[in-house]
């Protein structure tokens, strides 16, 4: 797949849209049929097919992020069908009427992105965006999208359709935010007086609610299961900065096990792990850098005069004879995360040290 999104036309109109369409939106492969052909598909790289456009829906849907189809939308709806696998893997799906008056979200709206591919395809074809999903339509908080563009990860989803279902049909909703972006509001009025937003889980106590959307970097008690994830969604954001340092050579088996030995001790997850920082010593080592990969972290190093600026409840005068810090992992934490304080301030385990911070997020 070179590109995202395929864009589909099977009459002589919609060519001509989807052939326009193509300069104005980037990341798009053209398919139409051959007998529309006007001489110059090669070289503008277009894709030709004969007979149904049923034949390559399949292969479409296996190969691109998106599919914008200048079909009818019954016709869509039998030819998809038989493709369908779930809501989590399969391709938004939009149609486009052969006027380009309407541009109609079909298939994974939330999840597969199509709700917001077809505002922006709208938006170049002069359309209108068709758009049905709730939770848009009301101007409400989309449960399975929730937090995602600023990087939170979903950490419980088989309560996605009840929860959502609440929060669409005006259920009480309990928001409790431990940490993590405060700026998840999108829509130019107040969030709904349904949905009551907590900083504790303890300030939920004379609450009755139907359902709970949980954002927190904590690892839940047996009881905050059983209260808040019976019918919740638990969402991790990336709130938390390991501080490391370690010996030349340490391996990523012992690198790994000790930090996820360690984030369980403090019972918080490591989904919220958004980097690891340490001295520019370290910049270049292996471990280090295939634990970062592994796990989809940055790498943020400091010279030892950047590490020398944070106050150290306990210096060592043996680290800075070696690095020419008076500590890596705990000033490291601090740096990159903002904090002033430890939640964890140094743990010292076989060949490396790890401090955590948890990232002051603006009110």
Not at 66 to 93: E, H
Not at 176 to 192: A, F, L, S
Request: charged share 20%; aromatic share 8%.
């Amino acid at each position: 797949m070179s590109n995202p999104y395929a864009a589909v036309a099977i009459t002589k109109h919609g060519v001509e849209m989807v052939r326009n369409m193509a300069g104005q939106f980037p990341g798009t492969d053209v398919y139409y049929m051959t007998k529309f052909a006007r001489g110059d598909e090669q070289q503008l790289g277009y894709n030709m097919f004969e007979g149904s456009v049923k034949l390559i829906l399949p292969d479409l849907f296996k190969r691109y992020n998106g599919i914008i189809l200048f079909i009818s939308l019954g016709a869509v709806v039998r030819m998809i069908a038989p493709l369908l696998v779930d809501k989590k893997v399969d391709p938004a799906v939009l149609v486009i009427d052969d006027r380009g008056e309407h541009v109609i979200s079909v298939l994974s709206g939330h999840l597969g992105g199509a709700n917001e591919l077809t505002r922006q395809v709208a938006e170049v074809l002069g359309a209108r965006p068709v758009i049905t999903t709730a939770s848009d339509v009301q101007g409400t908080i989309p449960v399975d999208l929730f937090g995602r563009e600023l990087g939170w990860i979903v950490d419980s989803f088989d309560k996605a359709t009840p929860v959502s279902a609440a929060v669409v049909n005006e259920e009480p909703v309990a928001l409790i935010q431990e940490t993590g972006e405060r700026n998840w509001w999108k829509y130019d009025k107040p969030v709904p007086d349904h949905i009551r937003t907590f900083h504790s889980m303890a300030e939920t106590e004379s609450f009755a609610f139907n359902a709970a959307l949980v954002i927190s970097d904590r690892l839940l008690t047996d009881e905050e299961q059983q209260r808040f994830m019976s019918n919740g969604v638990l969402y991790r954001p990336k709130s938390l900065v390991l501080g490391m340092g370690c010996n030349r050579g340490t391996s990523l088996e012992e690198l790994e096990q000790e930090v996820l030995a360690t984030l369980a001790e403090q019972n918080l997850s490591v989904k919220s792990v958004r980097n690891i920082a340490t001295i520019d010593l370290k910049k270049d080592e292996e471990g280090l850098l295939a634990l970062c990969q592994k796990y989809d972290w940055e790498l943020v190093t400091y010279a030892p005069a950047e590490l020398n600026t944070v106050t150290l409840p306990n210096p060592s005068e043996t680290v800075f004879k070696y690095t020419g810090a008076y500590g890596v992992s705990e000033p490291a934490a601090l740096l990159s995360s903002g904090a002033d304080h430890w939640l964890l301030e140094k743990k010292k385990s076989g060949n490396l040290t790890i401090s955590i911070a948890r990232i002051p997020f603006k009110p």
